[in-house]
């Protein structure tokens, strides 16, 4: 079974709060429990900011996968920016250049099953995430 | 764009959240709050988060910055409300909140503004004695 | 070596032939295996049925049990083999009931003939297959079952208790594994705002052991209780256990821990009656 992917280009404030509503619609489907729910949507609006705010913008696609056992739900956070340089420092706890708490990536990371992230400077950043069904 | 009613009950600013916030929404509040604050004379806030079903870096950090704005303009911030789910969220984020004293529901929010100012009034002469009890209760709220 | 389609034409006529003599000598076999523990009625209508099912998919043409014809088949099996699951019985011995019928086809086979031969052991892969069918159906069926007794366990084991106004517990008994400890979490977390209560006394008397996982879940318990406005009190602390807690490095920092429930109740309705005083 493969669901269409769902895309939400993200370049304005309005735009997160989209990818926050149609992650969790997805979530919900995907009957997923109100803890795991809660915090793919939680993950999915610190990284959908992200995007806007380091990025520049980007696109946000959310599709349903399946990998035999368990269902879930996969996220996939894409911007044209100008990309991470110290991926080590950018995951640390409470790091930040961008005046927030330093608590998005990191923290994200923590709240989603699977968590990969490809990077260069200049080339923009991808972030992938997955949260299983339990 | 929407904007967050703040509606004053008494010596208390009442601000109930339903809508999913855009940042410039959590902002725009931030900044209303502190001027309702000043031209009210309130010395208690109660933002009721019940409707709220993510609480993210952004808003936990928005909610943490009106506390501290509201205590300098000497008014108490109680957030209210909190889901079990967020509450959950916000441990394995990482987002402990510091600062932000925090209630069940309005009901206990409001106690909890109503003993703040009790001990207030109670003096400073009085409170090194009430400190060792109360001041643990207030502690509590903000790990 | 798969079935043709004109010997599984020519085994559906056999199998209608010869209808009454198979059951029986059908039936015979499984009851025999199952020792008794159905009744023979119930199996001659189990046999009735399967036989109706294998002739009608042959009889469609089907010569291997994936194919469209022996759907309403592998609906049975699995109805079957759900039924002996929930019953109780092993799986070897549903799977037994049906290679039974390779045993009563001979019966009925006029022997020594190499055609016959042929269709036979092409036959019995067919029933091998369904067997196999079935034994699948039934480690799905135990699985879902085993799961299902899984969750029920784990609702009845967190029970939280509403214990003064204000006040709510929850009584740990048993081992906490890491998905115990969400669900108890959860549900101390719910009972809190479902009741306002804004002190949870979490016991941990009848836990024999805390490894780091599940003092960091206690942990993460308290923290979240107190992001909603509650304080978590933990009592019931055994002596090895502190032990453990102090020996793993874990801090508890400014946690409230008494010694006992009667305590922890104490030092909540004193904290109770300094908040409305």
């Known amino acids: 079974m493969s669901d269409p992917v769902e895309r939400i280009a993200v370049s304005t404030d309005q735009d997160v709060v989209r990818v926050r509503q149609l992650v969790r619609t997805i979530a919900v489907s995907a009957k997923l429990s109100l803890v795991d729910q809660t915090k793919l949507v939680t993950a999915a609006s610190e990284l959908a900011r992200n995007t806007l705010v380091y990025g520049g913008g980007g696109t946000v696609e959310v599709t349903r996968v399946d990998n035999g056992r368990r269902q879930g739900i996969r996220i996939v956070f894409a911007d044209q920016g100008p990309g991470i340089a110290d991926l080590d420092l950018a995951l640390t706890d409470g790091y930040t250049t961008g005046g927030g708490l330093g608590l998005g990536l990191s923290g994200a990371r923590r709240l989603v099953d699977e968590f990969d992230i490809e990077t260069a400077v200049g080339q923009g950043t991808s972030i992938t995430v997955t949260k299983w069904c339990r | 764009m929407d904007r967050v009613p703040i509606l004053k009950i008494g010596d208390i600013l009442l601000v109930s959240i339903q809508i999913d916030m855009e940042d410039q929404v959590a902002l725009q509040l931030q900044e209303d709050l502190a001027d309702r604050v000043v031209t009210t004379g309130c010395h208690g806030v109660i933002i009721d988060i019940s409707g709220l079903d993510i609480v993210d870096s952004f808003v936990g950090r928005t909610l943490a910055t009106i506390a501290s704005i509201s205590r300098v ?71 | 070596m798969a079935l043709e389609p004109d010997e599984a034409s020519r085994l559906a006529a056999l199998l209608e032939d010869k209808q009454e003599e198979l059951v029986g000598a059908w039936t015979d076999r499984v009851a025999q295996s199952l020792r008794g523990r159905l009744s023979r009625a119930e199996l001659q209508r189990q046999t009735t049925e399967l036989r109706k099912g294998f002739q009608s998919a042959l009889a469609g043409g089907a010569t291997d049990l994936t194919q469209e014809a022996a759907a309403e088949l592998r609906a049975q099996l699995s109805d079957l083999s759900t039924g002996r699951a929930r019953q109780g019985f092993s799986a070897t011995e549903t799977a037994v009931s049906l290679f039974a019928l390779k045993e009563a086809l001979l019966g009925v086979l006029d022997g020594g003939d190499a055609g016959n031969l042929r269709e036979y052991v092409a036959f019995s892969e067919f029933v091998d297959a369904a067997a196999l069918f079935t034994f699948d159906t039934y480690v799905h069926v135990r699985e879902s079952l085993i799961a299902d007794q899984a969750e029920q366990l784990l609702e009845l084991s967190t029970p939280v208790v509403k214990l003064w106004d204000g006040v709510v517990a929850v009584p740990l008994v048993g081992t906490l594994d890491s998905a115990r400890a969400q669900v108890v979490m959860e549900r101390l977390l719910q009972t809190l705002v479902d009741t306002g209560s804004p002190y949870a006394i979490i016991d941990i008397t009848g836990v024999p052991a805390v490894d780091t996982q599940v003092a960091q879940h206690i942990l993460k318990t308290v923290v979240a209780a107190r992001l909603m406005g509650a304080d978590c009190i933990i009592s019931g602390i055994r002596p090895q256990i502190a032990q453990t807690i102090v020996a793993l490095g874990i801090e508890f920092g400014d946690i409230a821990t008494k010694a006992s429930l009667a305590d922890a109740l104490r030092y909540a309705l004193n904290k109770t009656r300094t908040r409305e005083s």
């Open chain 2, 73 to 143: 303009l000497d008014a108490e911030t109680v957030v209210v409300g909190m889901r079990p789910a967020v509450a959950i969220t916000l441990v394995e984020l990482g987002l402990s909140l510091p600062g932000i004293r925090t209630a069940l529901n309005v009901e206990l929010g409001m106690a909890l503004l109503a003993r703040a100012k009790a001990d207030e009034r109670a003096g400073d002469s009085e409170w090194d004695e009430i400190d060792d009890e109360d001041a643990e209760t207030a502690a509590d709220a903000q790990p």
